[in-house]
């Protein structure tokens, strides 16, 4: 969660703040849904996106992760 933040911070979040709540509350949204899942890559996941890690995972193990 630390690293999260600290890439929403330096990667999305205006240096002066937002205007509204609902201003933020779009922007955070709109981060996490289109870009963080879907566009950026992410080095843990050998540079894929966690949609795509995802997405591939579920096809080679027909799972993404396994609930004991």
């Known amino acids: 969660m630390e690293r999260f933040f ?5 990667e ?3 240096t002066v703040g937002y205007a509204t709540i ?5 922007s955070v949204i ?11 890559p992410h080095w843990f ?7 795509e890690s ?3 995972s579920l096809l080679e193990y027909g799972s993404v992760a396994k609930i004991s």
């Open 6 to 10: 600290r890439s929403y911070k330096t």
């Open 45 to 51: 996941n050998g540079g894929l996106t966690p949609n």
């Open 22 to 26: 609902l201003d933020m509350k779009h």
């Open 12 to 14: 999305w979040m205006p």
């Open 54 to 56: 995802e997405r591939r």
């Open 30 to 40: 709109d981060y996490i849904t289109r870009y963080y899942n879907n566009v950026r």
